[in-house]
């Protein structure tokens, strides 16, 4: 194996991530460190300009709460959210990223991005909550933005290196540990705070697609657990670890619905023309009382459409020529309808080419006018974002601002969206139990938590040293998969086929059979049970052992043996916390086949979990559930 | 094999520091094979079809080719992005169909380069224990709005 060379970084606030939550930390941070003269640095493991989940660009801003124009609140947010998770949120959370969502919207537009106004020039709303942009460019004008304000504030930014583990003083974050993709260097990065902010994770369980598809998730391919790991893997306190989340899409490439549903008021329909939300609606006397109040949440809307499914009633499909009928019906002539028809058309392409370019690809493959027929939808494969409709994360002090007397000992521990580990902040998808915030709440969560650490740097002044012995142990376990390749690869004629080790991309394989099998993945339409959950963590453990044994050629392959460490933990805490969780709440992102209704009396609580790097222990509990909303 | 390289068209961004592609894509997949000088995708299946290093090669040299387990052969989507705008066109596989060309705006206002973090909006209390961010109350406000903050919201 080559020589590494280790390159030590020091700083006073480390930023790990590229994506919306690790640019609004970098832009907050740079701000403040500025006046305190504290030094930044952002480590990303791809090129700022297309780093996270925005990388392709987005068609909306899907977190906008307008209370600037009076039609909404923030008691408003609070209730469409809880509502959407059947109770489970941390409203102080929420609350916290919301009253401040709008300021960032409105840097956005100040930075360039194209947001829709009308003939008035009020913003076009796609939903009661979203705005429609011109998003293309969306992620490379916040990074602009980022590395402006890294550059005025004398920042450091590392792009293409890749961070497998955080750097532990006994209960403290002092830094982060990693390695260059593109030459034979680890990175060391000793900080007062670390900013935990990338990503979510997919391909935990495997995708729909079978072969070259297989990279076309609905979330992006490179959101490979690193937050989850990061933090489980530093003792942090984990939330909502069972809350995947399972979008409903175009069927396939996974283009996005949400301007067909909202806009343009289309409908979906099963194969024999009937409506699932109406024939299915029995359904939600289940679910109560989050089921009857409107919007009805999202995994109810997949549930009633998943029971179509079961029986048999796909396809199920998106009627596009009825809705753009609809609407071209409504002109006034025949003239301003064409025009209204060209105008959709723009609209409705441009929502795919903004966001997924795949699905343009496949209509125009399929030959699809969506003026003319309607497309397939379905529900894609489970994944973890606590920044969308799901809830995964760590579990966050809220702000002191938002505590009321009961929920102040219980949320609030520390600075702003710091983890339970001093020094360790978490936004974006690393952070849980503060659902939809988006691109933009991801930002501002950023923004808010940025803040929170250089606020706790002020405070605590030089933190703890870093133990060299750590340092050492890490790097020969991150170099580990080199050295297994090297010293076995002569034994046989084929290096994929050899008995010492297994490869990254068998590996992953192997994590994505048993979560869709026993896990309520794609294949067993999201259904499990204690059972084979039980059955499926016991396979988990030898996956685990074999962990010691994947090997790696080159630079791209060991970062690839590190994303999936990072999924295989991710996998694991969810599978303990449905199991531990014994209800079915969600039942459009998993059913729970041995508890199948919901419990109120007993589980309207999170469930979180600590896990101990020491013994390899995981600790399951149950916390509280505290509105801060007055009335609920 | 979605993002694929058009062997005639690479140039391996001999004009420039690095590969451009290699430069860019989010899932590192784009690299520049040093015997031929060309790049390729060493990880098709991988792939999000995020067009980024579509987008950004400076010859034109890339183009995708949609997902061959679902996608019939035969349509094409191609990007043409400027400094303010992108043009897309988009070929069915009924040849029949005509084509569709689309211009989007990408950014407006501020020319490339010259987003500025700062100084768009003053900063109230400026207090680092308080709840107030950069630029805040006065940015949480539009010219609109009938609602006027003059201090971060609480409940």
Redesign the interface.
Known sequence: MADFETVTVETDLLICGGGMAACGAA??A???AK??GLKITVVD???M????AV??GLSAINQYV?????NNT??DYLDYVRNDLMGITREDLV?SIA??V??TV??FE?????IWTDE???YVHEGRWQLMI?G??YK??VA???K??LA?ADGEYFE?IFITHPLMNGDKCVGAIGFS?RENKVYVFKAKATMVAMGGAVHVFKPR?????????WY???NSGASAFFTIYGGAEMTCQEVRFIPVRFK??YGPVGAWFLLFKAMAKNAQGGNYMQENAAELDKWEPYSKVKPCPANLRNWLMMLDVMDGKSPIYMHTEDAIKAIVDKAPDAKAGQRQLKEL??EA??DF??MT??Q???W????V?PEKKPSEIMACDPYFIGSHSGASGAWLSG?E??QTAETKDEYCWGY?HMTTVSGMFAAGDASGASSHKFSSGSFTEG??AA?GM??YV?DNGDGPGLDAAQVDALTAEILKPLSTFDEHKAETTDPDINRNYIRPTQFMYRLQKIMDEYAGGVSSQFKTSDKLLERGMELLSSLKNDADNMAAEDL?EL?RAWENVHRMYQADAHMRSILFREETRWPGYYFRADKPSIDNDNWLAFVNCTYDRATGEWNMMRKPVKY???NV | MPSFVIAEKCDGCKALDTTACQHICPNDLMVLNTDSMKAYNQEPAMCWECYSCVKICPTQAIEVRGYADFVPLGASVSAMRSSEDILWTIQFRDKSIKPKRFKFPIRRGVAEGQAKAFGHYPTGDDDLKSATLMCEPASLNTEKGPVKMDAVPTM
Do not use: C
């Open positions: 832009v907050e740079a701000y403040w006046k305190h493991k791809a090129a300009d297309r780093s996270g990388a392709m307008d209370l600037n124009s009076g923030l008691q609350a009253r401040h709008d300021s409105h840097l100040k930075w360039g991005l194209p008035d020039g009020k011109n293309e460019s490379v004008i602009e933005a980022a402006n304000a005025e293409r993709t697609s079978t072969g070259e598809g297989f990279g076309r998730s992006p391919p490179f396939d490439a058309e723009a392409w441009e080419l903004d370019i795949s343009a690809i496949l125009a493959a399929s030959d006018e702000p601002d938002l702003p923004r808010i803040k250089v606020s002020v791209h970062m801060i909303s007055p």
